[in-house]
Every structure is written in structure tokens, then in C-alpha cells.
């Protein structure tokens, strides 16, 4: 498997000549087959302008080159109708938003795993809460423009793993009671309200606390009712006010797939 790192940027090789016909500038990622279709060479402004090769004519994909038969497989983009498609879906999954199935907001997509024999997504890896997460390409339900909706991954089972792999063996074997502080209900109410503190208020977790920060000075691309009924309006800068009327998972990811781009 490669990451996508180690595939844009390659040089592009001619078997038929021994020449270098280009570089790898991007790749065109097909969202419903999960697969690498296309690979665009010197990428100029216009998309439109610009040469492809269909994966199907890549002989290898090594960690110096790939290798083409020959240039003339070397397509121009204005030529082939479902390049055009693919590149007008724009789906690019790194930098998307990790959406569960259950509509839980996790983390953010910062690669891809492709194999480089077949040209399918064989994983994405993303980050969560500060974990880095890889997730098989058979858990992934949707590869959107704005999100990558998953199941079969829970934030909070994997933050228990994480706490369990921490703790000390030496806790759970028979050791003398010195130093014990006693817990009493007083400081057992004390304990879970300071953790719910640190879970946030409204229910969410620490990255959907700071796509929340994210949204302040953004604006949006249409008409969005916050959960206190107010109306964030398109081309409207969102305020630190208005995110406290944000209260819903539902009204968090409206936002976040209507945010205006930079």
C-alpha cells in the first residue's frame, strides 16, 4: 500500500523510450468504486488544459517512478468525458470531516492508503482527539466531498482502549492501604461533574468543540435555523454568539457542509 504522498510528485517513465514524460501533479479518485482512476500530469491552472492517464495504463507505481508502456497513453482531459466528471465531484477525502454512521463528528481524514496494483483505497487514515486512527476502506459507507461517513469505529471504545492500555498492572495486585485517599460521596459527585466539564458542554466531543471554534469569522452558503431559532444567514460571519447557539450534532454538520471555502 502507498500513501498518496509517495505517489504525487513521482516522475513519470517511459518504458518505449526511457524518457521522463511528466510528473505526477494529482490524483482523480473515483468516490463510488473507492478507486484511483486517473492521475494528472503537470496539472496547469485549467483543469480542462491538462494531460491524464487513465490507471489502467500504469505498468508500476515504485518509490522512484512510474512507468508508463508508452506517451501515448497520455490523455488530454477535455477528451475524456468521465475524467471531466470525476474532477467536477472534486472528491479529494483528505481534509474531510470523519462522520460516523450514528452521526458523530470524530476527526479529520490526513491520508490515504492506495494499492498500487489494483488502484483501490485500502484505508484512510485519520485523526481523532489526537489519535491517529487507520479505518479499512470496507468500513467506509461514503466518500464525500466534505465528509467521510464510516461505521464500525466508536470514539469512546477506543478512548477506554487507550485508557486501559495506560494503566499500571501493579494497580490490580494486593498492596497495602497507606497513602489511600478515602472516597467519599462529596468528592465522588465532585469527580464526575469535573469530567463532564471536560467533555464539554451540549454533549460534544473535544474535536466537535473545535470544529466549533473552526466556524468563528466563517460564513456559510445559504440560509441555516440555529437551535435557539435564530437564522445564520449566507455571506453572515459567524460569531463566538452564535456558536452558543449551536446545541445539536444535526445543526453542527449543516454547518459544516455549507461552509463557505477560503
Do not use: W
Amino acid at each position: 500500500m502507498k500513501p498518496t504522498k509517495e505517489i504525487i510528485g513521482l516522475r513519470i517513465i517511459s518504458i518505449a523510450d526511457g524518457t521522463q514524460a511528466g510528473a505526477v501533479k494529482d490524483i482523480v479518485l473515483n468516490p463510488q468504486e473507492k478507486t484511483l482512476d486517473f492521475v494528472i500530469v503537470d496539472q496547469p491552472t485549467d483543469f480542462l488544459g491538462a494531460k491524464i492517464i487513465a490507471f489502467k495504463d500504469i505498468l508500476g507505481i515504485g518509490e522512484f517512478a512510474m512507468t508508463i508502456p508508452n506517451p501515448g497513453v497520455i490523455q488530454d482531459v477535455a477528451q475524456n468525458t468521465e475524467a471531466q466528471k470525476l474532477l467536477n465531484l472534486d472528491t479529494r477525502v483528505i481534509g474531510t470531516k470523519v462522520l460516523t454512521k450514528k452521526g458523530q463528528l470524530i476527526g479529520e481524514v490526513t491520508e490515504i492508503l492506495l494499492d498500487e496494483e489494483t488502484g483501490r483505497i485500502s484505508a484512510c487514515i485519520f485523526e481523532s482527539n489526537g489519535q491517529v486512527h487507520e479505518i479499512g476502506a470496507e468500513k467506509v459507507i461514503t466518500l464525500g466531498k466534505e465528509l467521510l461517513i464510516i461505521e464500525g469505529f466508536s470514539a469512546e471504545g477506543e478512548k477506554e482502549k487507550q485508557q486501559l492500555s495506560n494503566v499500571d498492572p501493579v494497580v490490580n495486585s494486593i498492596t497495602e492501604p497507606t497513602g489511600v485517599q478515602e472516597v467519599t460521596p462529596a468528592t465522588a459527585v465532585q469527580e464526575v461533574t469535573s469530567a463532564k466539564v471536560e467533555e464539554g458542554d451540549k454533549g460534544f466531543n473535544l474535536f466537535e468543540q473545535r470544529q466549533l471554534q473552526y466556524f468563528i469569522g466563517k460564513m456559510v452558503e445559504k440560509d441555516i435555523a440555529l437551535d435557539n431559532g435564530n437564522i445564520l444567514r449566507a455571506g453572515e460571519r459567524i460569531t463566538p454568539e452564535m456558536i452558543s447557539f449551536i446545541t445539536s450534532r444535526s445543526t453542527l454538520m449543516e454547518i459544516t457542509s455549507h461552509l463557505q471555502k477560503n
